[in-house]
């Protein structure tokens, strides 16, 4: 395999291009079906016409729908803890729920919490959502739209866009979430992008006949009542319904993009992507919290000391910070479970490598990227996975990732668990040495530790390094 391209970024390379295709991470996370974000775009920006809206409130628009996930899984844990269920299921499910319904809300409550659980387990869950829901419920939607409104900040994006991903879950009557904000109070952008994501939720379930009814029967109470008539107005047209539903879709969103508003791509644009959904990727556990940073920083410096160029090295650093997109597709009762897994449940751990490569390969540009970050998990010796590579079929930036992530795995502290002794995690990743792990790179992370060696400071890190070069010397 190929290392990845030393030329800079293609030059027709679009911001929409890659928001949109790491908008499909955010669907892995909320639990809909694969380009739900695409689709809320395509249906929001069909009343940007209508309203008339300027370029600029249109491009706002724009990735306000693509990115009013952006914030999901910030509470991805702790809805796993209140339902002790798959987060992503009961993200998905309560979708279709009128939370200002008692009935329907009570129903999913009862249909959702604790199903696998003891019965005691449950009836605490059922007890304590009964007791605090309405707490609970504003908890978990505030960490949801304020985290995703800092990573529209993060990314470059304007504080009109901000507002609009930060009050998604405002509703027309006030009895939204978190600030119960009411009819113009609430972005407009909010209004719409609530509107286009039940529209496609309904759409999934049933079609554009179910669609329009639940915004007409949510009409006054979710939504604002001229939103709602002026989308079953242009949703009149059969032809808005086939473009939903037709297999050029990612196409036909890109185009939808203001002409006159569209950036170039640069460099310094896209290393701050690569950090912002590095930030929406280490938030889906508490387990992994700071780990795709820290092992940027890692490959950063360990292809320094292995000759890698600036351009080279840009790239290995993006790679590190997005290998674990996938596990935004991972169920927090996986990434959280403090036992060992079972087979069904390593087998879907193991799925998140492949998520990686199909989420960064819908980037044309980039799928050389997504290559070297999906066979992180790949062996020397060929017992790993996705596809079993083995020697030089991984590529050294692939090596690199590989051995930056298992030595943060072992060595970081994290929220519920301090890091292996320095001493021991060294051995551990000796033992690895020629199977799992490349020797050159091993060699170049010992020579990088203590320049970033995280929680050990130098003096320890270069005492133990020098015994461990003895040791492997001998």
């Known amino acids: 395999m190929s290392s990845p391209s030393t030329s800079p970024l293609a030059a027709d390379l679009r911001l929409g291009e890659v928001v949109g295709a790491l908008s499909y991470a955010l669907d892995l996370t909320e639990g809909q079906p694969p380009g739900h974000s695409l689709r809320c775009c395509y249906l929001g920006m069909q009343l940007a016409g209508p309203l008339g809206l300027d370029d600029a409130e249109a491009t706002d628009l724009y990735y306000t729908l693509l990115l009013k996930d952006a914030g999901c899984s910030s509470n991805a844990a702790r809805l796993c803890e209140l339902y002790g269920a798959d987060d992503r299921t009961t993200k998905r499910d309560v979708k279709t729920v009128d939370l200002q319904s008692v009935k329907q809300l009570g129903r999913f409550v009862l249909s959702h919490t604790g199903l696998k659980k003891g019965l005691w387990t449950r009836f605490k869950l059922l007890l304590n959502l009964l007791r605090n829901g309405e707490q609970l419920a504003t908890e978990v939607v505030q960490a949801r739209c304020e985290r995703g409104a800092a990573i529209a ?17 405002e509703h027309h009557n006030g009895k939204g979430r978190p600030r119960g904000i009411a009819g113009d109070d609430i972005p407009l952008l909010s209004r719409i992008a609530l509107l286009a994501q039940v529209a496609d939720v309904f759409h999934q379930v049933g079609g554009a006949d179910a669609a329009l009814a639940e915004l007409r029967r949510r009409s006054g109470t979710w939504f604002d009542p001229a939103l709602v008539d002026l989308f079953c107005d242009v949703a009149a047209a059969p032809a808005m319904w086939q473009g939903l539903a037709a297999p050029d879709l990612e196409a036909s969103v890109m185009a ?169 995690a060294l051995q551990v990743m000796q033992d690895l040495v020629g199977g799992a792990i490349d020797p050159d790179v091993h060699r170049a992370l010992l020579d990088a530790l203590p320049q970033v060696g995280g929680r050990a400071d130098v003096e320890s890190v270069q005492s133990l390094l020098a015994s461990e070069r003895q040791l492997t010397s001998a």
């Open 256 to 424: 939808l993009e203001p002409t006159s508003t569209r950036e170039p791509l640069t460099e310094a644009r896209m290393d701050a992507i690569a950090r912002g959904f590095g930030q929406v990727i280490d938030a889906k556990s508490p387990y992994t919290s700071g780990h795709s940073g820290r092992v940027a920083d890692y490959c950063e410096a360990i292809g320094a000391r292995l000759g890698l160029g600036a351009v080279r090295l840009r790239w290995l650093r993006r790679a590190g910070m997005l290998h674990d997109i996938g596990k935004l597709g991972v169920s927090n009762t996986i990434l959280d479970k403090p036992g060992k897994l079972d087979d069904a449940e390593w087998n879907e751990m193991r799925g998140h490598a492949a998520h990686t490569h199909a989420i960064l390969s819908r980037i044309t540009p980039l799928r050389e990227l997504a290559t070297v970050a999906g066979a992180h998990h790949e062996r020397l010796d060929g017992g790993g996975y996705p596809w079993g590579l083995q020697h030089e079929q991984i590529p050294l930036e692939t090596r690199i990732i590989t051995v930056a992530d298992i030595w943060d795995a072992i060595s970081a502290d994290r929220p519920y668990r301090a890091g292996m002794p320095l001493n021991k």
């Open 153 to 169: 900040m993060q990314l470059g994006f304007s504080r009109r866009v901000a507002a609009g991903i930060q009050s998604l879950d």
